[in-house]
């Protein structure tokens, strides 16, 4: 390799280790990386832009901004009380109902978001029980990430596999990894259930407290709600016939999210725009211009040149490896980034003759986004919950959040190597 392979490796892993240590934000991390990319020349600015993808970046923006308003009707309140109360304030009850309102939640919306939603109000039903929180929120954590799997719009590796695979479609995501994530979920809830049920003990007095908990001032703006849910419908609508119509998701995402703010008014603009995750989008930004600069000098090319020597170009040893890589990785790293560094891999690997690429793009999403249960520390959603847990006086440990996460998350990934090779490699 050239010297400016080298050159780009270095700063690519002084980059990533900096993002592992958390002393710095990963976004000034990944900014200052792209940059110094282009200043010593290894990618130019024109070519370190075109590396940047605008429909991920599109498409997250116009999520960010739809939910947002919708935030502001109460609704995702309103379902989480009403759900408790039709668990008649069971606690074990209430947990499955949580899990199952968090792994739905973020297929459709995203799971940082699902959670920063769900979180405060588990802990508002938490409080009335007598009961920890605890539970709850690794419940919550590890359904957040088996539910943003289900969909392109669920999880961001999801969303930057979808949009550098034109053939992957909105679709395709649900015909192909929902049903593997059905059983995934349905195998976690009883073991939730058999894992946590000994802490989860209140009163029948506590139990009456939830029951008399009120739903109807939890909706402060009915009108605006069913705006939002016509104008999410529509969108997701759009998502199942963006590749029919020949328009990107992004074009989709932000026409509902422009659309949504033109009947909600302009007053709502500029607090939905303060409420887009910024320092997500740049830090986006900044991973496309530092994997440009792999990708550029051959460094992809070659991880993908030993990938095909080590599995023999064998589509079950490729797929196999993939997704097990994926998972492991992802438990320790952050799975944005080792995904943005996997997608021109698999790409190269199909120019060197591994014909069917199919199996390997569902192991990388199945890897990615399900290995971030793993540990506290590999995915987002986990982070943030651990942040508010933090504030509640509840804090999450790593050891013992490894404890319970990276068994499990072993567990969906066999589940979900059975899969892949029984539907794609029989």
């Known amino acids: 390799m050239e010297p400016q392979a080298y050159y780009a490796i270095v700063i690519f892993l002084v980059v990533y280790a900096l993002i592992i240590s958390e002393k710095i934000h990963r976004t000034i991390l ?20 075109h590396h940047v993808d605008f429909n991920t970046l599109g498409l997250l923006i116009g999520m960010m901004i739809i939910v947002s308003v919708t935030a502001d009707t109460g609704l995702f309140k309103f379902v989480a009380v009403w759900a408790a109360k039709r668990a008649k304030g069971e606690p074990v009850r209430i947990l499955v109902a949580l ?20 979180v405060p109000v588990t802990f508002s039903i938490t409080r009335q029980l007598g009961v920890t929180p605890i539970p709850y929120l690794l419940a919550e954590i590890m359904a957040s990430n088996i539910g943003g799997t289900a969909t392109l719009i669920g999880d961001p590796p999801n969303i930057m596999i979808g949009s550098a695979v034109e053939e992957l479609t909105f679709m395709a995501f649900i015909e192909n990894l929902t049903p593997v994530v059905l059983i995934v979920l349905l195998t976690h809830i009883p073991l939730f259930v058999l894992l946590f049920r000994k802490r989860l003990h209140t009163t029948e007095e506590r139990k009456a ?14 009108k605006l709600m069913k705006l939002c849910l016509a104008i999410t419908g529509l969108t997701i609508l759009g998502f199942f016939l963006h590749q029919a119509l020949h328009i990107e998701s992004a074009t989709v995402a932000l026409a509902g999210a422009f659309v949504l703010l033109l009947f909600a008014g302009e007053h709502r603009m500029e607090q939905a725009l303060t409420r887009v995750e910024w320092t997500t989008i740049f830090f986006f930004v900044g991973l496309f211009v530092l994997v440009s600069g792999l990708e550029e000098t051959g460094v992809i090319a070659e991880l993908a040149s030993r990938a095909v020597e080590w599995t023999g170009g064998d589509p079950v040893a490729a797929s196999m490896l993939i997704l097990w890589l994926s998972a492991i990785a992802s438990s320790f790293l952050d799975n944005i980034p080792f995904v943005a560094t996997m997608i021109p891999m698999i790409q190269e690997m199909g120019r060197m003759g591994v014909t069917d690429l199919e199996p390997l793009w569902w192991s990388l999403a199945l890897g990615a986004c399900l290995g971030g249960n793993g540990t506290l520390i590999g995915a987002s959603a986990n982070l943030v919950v ?15 959040y490894l404890k319970i996460g990276f068994p499990l998350m072993l567990l969906s990934i066999a589940i979900c190597s059975v899969y892949i090779y029984l539907r794609y490699l029989l």
Not at 209 to 222: N, P, Q, V
Not at 386 to 400: D, N, Q, S, T
């Open 209 to 222: 407290g939830i029951m008399r908990m009120e739903t109807a001032g939890l909706i402060t703006d009915r």
């Open 99 to 118: 899990t199952c309102i968090t792994a739905i939640g973020s297929a459709f919306l995203d799971n940082v978001t699902t959670v920063l939603l769900i």
């Open 386 to 400: 651990a942040g508010l847990a933090g504030k509640e006086g509840y804090p999450i440990r790593f050891v013992p």
């Open 30 to 49: 990944a900014m200052l990386g792209g940059v110094v990319m282009v200043a010593f020349g290894i990618v130019d600015q024109e070519t370190a832009l």
